[in-house]
């Protein structure tokens, strides 16, 4: 198994390279060290995201709600900074804020034990709908958002570190932090057993529904993150921030290596499917293809990805049956 | 009472939502009305029929995540062959073997490649997205015929030809899913796919026809978008395959499949479209709808669990009844009552799913 | 619709080859059954019975070789195309449709409608004299009317061949004689039948050949007043090197004096979940036996005494530590751990390693970075205590024999240290080799001191091991055997006798 996933991850690293090549070939500029590093800016919060909820989906979930999570923390944070409270409580409102929401979703799965897809569809309505009227209390109409940001927190967004941007910056602290979590800690190793096999999980006297709940919690806490980075970026805080993360972040973790039936997964494949997608979708922008027929490419991606995955795995056990019957006869004859 | 709510699950809905319209019309006069009645008659025209096709899909233990996309590419490609100058007939015919076409796609990628389905219909969702905007560049198509924008219109009885084909589009669905044999393989596929291989099905047949049929209804969805409001932004259909699940869970639709009907789905589609009219009469901001919308769906969910865990603690204490006192020591209790360890007996602290 | 052609086999294997995974299951088995005989099917666990069974039903797909059902070829393997040439499998576990009703589940693949053959199959209903709700929701019906209902889906579908697949399993003596006159019936009808049993008395009963199979191939084959039982079981067990296996392990040598004062783990009025007022003791060094056919609710018993399922009342204790209705992580840390009958999907994590199997019980007693090198050192030496044939502590569980993987479910059982070990069903689906290991290890741990309570369905296992047997039927304590009146004959005595007695 761990065989395997070395591979995936080998053959995503292969893709991003591929992708460098090509797009380098047709647009030189785009191999250009600083656009490559502030492209990222474009994209953290899909990897932000991603990361968190692939430690979901091998522990055996799913959370789709984390995409109104998003515009809801930076809702909250722009109301609390609208209030006057100051800057490091605003933050804290919002990771609270995304706390609570996975902890909600975690706990309505529990009660009624209803596929997490479904739950967390219901709290995607919720949570952007609780986005929007809370939004409405500060008289920010809609869409409109939440302005008017200290500077220390917009400048935020576009300071750097040693030439790396800071949304960057969070990602990698982030995936660092929750690789060695995933694959190196006790936590991590219930995760993946809750995944493999929950039967065997209970029989274990494992906490499946702790282990669960806090791994919501994390994409609650993540997606707040996001929406901070991306309240930065763009200077005003609004309801609809995390809507286009939604499939991105599904595809990342997918694309990533991450089983939809729980047990497999690996931030490192996450990390790197990101930027398998961002950069697909910035290359294919700078060598001037349309915005949207990049999202058309990287549903097609995913598919083939997928379905390649599936495919070389049905057919290596066909090769394998072939060998043997075929060295039957040889025996025989 | 549990037991009764369980097993009539639409019924139970159906009650709740004209309890709503009820108290609705008493707090709002003139709520209750004929012109009201059209009005989300003709507003759930397109949700009804994506979340028909979505019914089959799930019906059968998948999901389908792209009938948005679908809705959108079927209808650029109707009004680019209308702006071409072909006749109605013929580019709505040709816009729903796209759709189908589509839904074949899905299908395949399922079940012969079996990727799981939610992965599938993920991926084709940016995909056929991106094809729709390959074709039209970006652009809204705009300036549809008139023709297109009549099947749309009321006539005399405030019923427009578009309401016709989706009622006649539900009662197709009802009659093959519950009368017909490769209509209750829906049903057997979804509810043990194994059961229903062993029983001589053909599951993958069945999956594909369930994806092909929500891809048609999809093109069918597409073309009521287009012709409604008349013309086709890029994101027409966007979202509405999550909003076709919700009307589904709401109506009663198992996403474990094998259990639903069109019934339930109608009550569902009708619940979810009801709640923007009653905001208005009832004079909340329209931003309260999201809100709303989504503490209904969890709420219904919450309640639905609780029932159904209910209903198996019940089942279980039956199961296990043999044994308490008042049916008298084991030497007398029938023997086939006895639990027996393997695994279709309930397990320890099992699972609903 | 009388069929002549005698001559013309119901089915006709010859030459099927079908291996999972790098392993052959089925290696060149030729076998026939002609219309209107019985045909008995016996062989060991991982002979190749079911594989053989699934091939010519249409499940699986062989690699090589040819099956022909009522002379024509099966040419493209599916269930339907073998139901197209007459041919049923009733399979051992009922395959239910939970959502749809009875008669739906009987009906369903077939061209008549369900209301159409609602009659024909309340008359068979009659016929095999049992009773079923067709109108009920499948999921509500017990296993022994599940099985039914497999049966009837076999008669309605006018099958001329069948297979059943140790149909009796979960019916009562009643109903397997019902069905047995059906069977005759059916035979009489010119239908050829393919009878999967592990009871040779029943084998005795209405079959006409018989057939065993042993590491995917027949190694006997002809008519059964050919063969004594003895010679029939010794073509079962044989090993490859052509002895037959040492089957009866030395005997325990049986302690008499257990020190009153060293009872570890004290029961007295249990009751939960399919089992009432269950009460007795296990002492240190000690072998509890837990003897009973299936259903007798002993898995409950032990699952409930491990806090998996809902709460029992009566008072459990462990070494003088009260211990009704707590969590698994609790018992373990008391000192009570429980091997699960369901190795494969209770007991291990298929996919993940040797080594995070074996601390499956213990990983919340490690750091909250657990140490590699320690835990494969610790698994090293239960590999070679116990004996576990792998490549390493890095192999995934699935792929080792079912008798490795459970001395790795062990490893995980005593890597917790407990005092007193609950197994259920330890040699299940185990070869006899590794059988024999597993024994000499349960012996082992109770000279350590441990006391161990053996759940299990193979009275000669009990025999053997147990120094004190408790007898349980239909959820009640029928009895206890201790020392010397530890036999076979008296613990069928007491589980078959206490259970018939309900149906007089």
Redo the contacts between chains.
């Keep these: ?2 065989r395997f996933f070395l591979r995936w991850e080998m053959a995503l690293f292969g893709m991003l390279v591929a992708e460098f090549a090509i797009f380098g070939a047709l647009n030189p500029n785009f191999l250009n060290l600083s656009n490559l590093l502030y492209s990222t800016s474009d994209f953290a919060q899909i990897g932000i995201i991603a990361l968190p909820l692939t430690i979901v989906i091998i522990a055996g979930g ?1 959370d789709v709600s984390f995409a109104s999570t998003i515009g809801l923390c930076a809702i909250i944070f722009g109301i609390a900074n609208f209030f006057g409270l100051p800057l490091a409580l605003c933050i804290a409102a919002a990771l609270g804020a995304g706390a609570i929401a996975g902890l909600f979703n975690a706990t ?1 799965i529990h ?5 997490p ?3 967390t ?10 986005a ?2 809370l939004s ?1 209390v500060v008289g920010a109409g ?1 869409y409109e958002g939440i302005g008017n940001f200290p500077d220390s927190f917009t400048s935020f967004a576009y300071i750097d570190v040693a030439g790396l941007p800071a949304p960057f910056l969070v990602l990698l602290a982030e995936a660092i932090i929750l690789f060695v979590i995933l694959h ?4 991590g ?2 995760v ?2 809750c995944g ?12 499946i529904r702790t282990i669960q709940t806090i791994t919501y919690m994390m994409t609650g806490i993540f997606a707040a993150v996001a929406g901070l980075v991306l309240s930065a970026y763009f200077g005003s805080a609004r309801v609809d921030l995390g809507t286009a993360t939604l ?1 991105p972040a ?2 990342a973790a ?1 694309l990533g290596g991450a089983s ?2 729980g ?2 997964g690996s931030i490192i494949g996450t990390f790197l499917a990101t930027l398998v997608i961002g950069y697909l979708q910035q290359g294919l922008q700078m060598s001037g293809v ?1 915005s ?12 083939v990805a ?2 390649l995955r ?2 070389s795995a ?1 057919l290596t056990n066909f090769v ?2 072939r060998i ?2 075929t060295n ?2 040889r025996a025989a004859s | 009472m549990l037991d009764f709510f369980a097993r009539n699950r639409v019924a139970t809905l159906f009650g709740v939502t004209v309890l709503a319209f009820l108290l609705i019309g008493m707090v709002a006069p003139g709520y209750l009305s004929l012109s009201t009645a059209s009005v989300i008659m003709s507003n759930s025209l397109v949700l009804m029929t994506v979340a028909l096709g979505t019914m089959l899909v799930i019906l059968t233990r998948n999901i389908d995540v792209s009938s948005g996309s679908v809705l959108g590419l079927s209808a650029v490609i109707l009004g680019l062959l209308l702006n071409n100058g072909m006749g109605l007939a013929p580019a709505i015919i040709i816009c729903l073997l796209c759709g189908a076409l589509a839904g074949l796609f899905n299908g395949i990628l399922v079940t012969f490649f079996s990727v799981p389905s939610i992965i599938a219909t993920l991926g084709t969702l940016g995909l056929f997205r991106g094809i729709m905007l390959i074709l039209t560049g970006g652009k809204w198509i705009e300036e549809l015929p008139q023709s297109l924008k009549f099947l749309a219109e009321n006539g005399s009885i405030g019923i427009s030809v578009l309401t016709v084909a989706v009622v006649i589009a539900l009662a197709g669905v009802w009659a093959i899913t519950r009368h017909t044999r490769f209509g209750r393989y829906f049903y057997a596929v979804g509810d043990n796919r194994e059961a229903a291989r062993h029983l001589g099905i053909r599951i993958h047949l069945v999956q594909i026809s369930a994806f092909v049929a929500a891809g048609t209804l999809a093109a069918l969805a597409g073309i009521i978008f287009a012709a409604q409001i008349g013309f086709i932004p890029n994101q027409a259909g966007n979202g509405v395959e999550l909003k076709a699940i919700a009307a589904n869970v709401l109506g009663g639709v198992s996403l474990l499949g094998g259990s639903g009907s069109v019934p339930g789905v109608f009550v569902g589609v009708i619940f979810m479209t009801s709640i923007d009219s009653a905001l208005v009469f009832l004079k909340i901001p329209a931003f309260w709808n999201d809100f709303i919308a989504g503490a209904v769906l969890l709420l219904v969910l919450l309640l639905d669990g609780r029932v159904r865990i209910a209903v198996e603690k019940a089942i279980r204490a039956k199961r296990y009844a043999v044994h308490s006192p008042n049916t008298g020591s084991g030497t007398t209790g029938p023997v086939h009552n006895t639990p027996s360890p393997t695994s279709s007996t309930p397990g320890p602290q099992e699972h609903a799913q | 619709m009388e069929r002549n052609n005698h001559d013309k086999a119901a089915v006709r294997v010859s030459d099927i080859w079908k291996s999972y995974g790098g392993t052959a299951v089925l290696k060149g088995v030729d076998i026939t059954l002609l219309p209107g005989q019985v045909h008995a099917l016996l062989g060991g666990n991982g002979a190749g019975k079911s594989t053989l069974m699934k091939s010519i039903a249409g499940l699986v797909s062989p690699e090589s070789g040819s099956i022909e059902i009522n002379g024509q070829a099966l040419n493209n393997p599916s269930p339907a195309a073998a139901q197209a040439l007459g041919l049923y499998l009733v399979p051992q576990e009922a395959q239910i449709l939970p959502n749809q009703s009875v008669l739906e589940n009987i009906c369903l693949g077939l061209r008549s409608s369900a209301k159409a053959l609602r009659g024909d199959i309340e008359k068979l209903v009659n016929d095999l004299s049992v009773r079923l709700d067709l109108d009920a929701q499948a999921a509500t019906l017990e296993i022994a009317d599940r099985q039914i209902v497999e049966i009837l889906r076999g008669l309605i579908r006018k099958a001329r061949v069948l297979i059943l697949d140790e149909p009796t399993s979960a019916l009562t003596p009643h109903e397997a004689n019902a069905l047995f006159d059906r069977v005759r019936q059916l035979q009489e009808q010119g239908v050829g039948i393919f009878f999967i049993s592990h009871k040779l008395r029943e084998i005795r009963e209405i079959c006409d050949v018989i057939s065993v199979l042993r590491d995917g191939a027949i190694v006997l084959y002809g008519t059964l007043d050919d063969y004594n039982d003895h010679q029939i079981v010794e073509a079962m067990t044989k090993s490859a090197g052509g002895e037959t296996a040492n089957v009866t392990a030395p005997k325990r040598q049986r302690t008499t004096d257990f020190n009153l004062a060293s009872n570890v783990l004290e029961i007295t009025g249990f009751s939960g979940e399919g089992f009432r007022d269950i009460s007795f003791d296990v002492r240190a060094g000690e072998i509890v036996g837990l003897a009973g056919v299936v259903g007798a609710g002993r898995s409950e018993l032990a699952e409930t005494l491990f806090g998996l399922r809902p709460s029992g009342s009566g008072t459990v204790k462990l070494q003088g530590k009260d211990l009704i209705n707590r969590s698994p992580r609790t018992c373990v840390d008391a000192g009570l751990v429980y091997l699960p009958e369901d190795r494969q999907q209770n007991g291990l994590f298929l996919e993940a390693s040797l080594a995070w199997n074996m601390s499956g019980y213990t990983m919340h007693r490690m750091g909250f970075f657990p140490k590699g090198k320690r835990e494969t050192g610790e698994f090293s030496e239960f590999r070679e205590a116990l004996g576990i044939k792998c490549e390493g502590p890095g192999q995934a569980a699935g792929r080792l024999s079912g008798g490795n993987q459970q001395k790795v479910l062990l490893a995980k059982c005593l890597a917790a240290n407990p005092r007193v070990l609950i197994l259920d069903e330890p040699t299940r689906g185990v070869d006899v080799a590794a059988r024999n290991d597993i024994y000499r290890l349960i012996h082992q741990l109770a000279e350590k001191g441990l006391g161990v309570l053996l759940i299990s369905s193979d009275f000669d296992e009990i025999e053997q091991l147990a120094d004190r047997v408790i007898v349980m039927a239909h959820g009640h304590q029928c009895g206890e055997l201790s020392r010397q009146a530890i036999n076979v004959d008296a613990i069928a005595h007491l589980a078959f006798e206490s259970g018939a007695a309900s149906h007089a």
């Design positions: 198994m761990k799913i309505i009660l009624s034990r209803i596929q897809l479904v739950v569809l219901g709290s995607l309505y919720l949570f952007s709908g609780a929007t009227v409405g809609g190196f800690s006790r936590f190793r219930s993946f057993l493999l096999s929950e039967h065997a999980a209970r029989y274990s006297g494992l906490p499939l599904i595809t997918v939809i039936y047990g497999q349309p949207q027929i990049s999202s058309a490419l990287s549903g097609a991606l995913l598919v997928v379905a599936h495919g049905l394998a049956a043997m019957a039957r006869k």
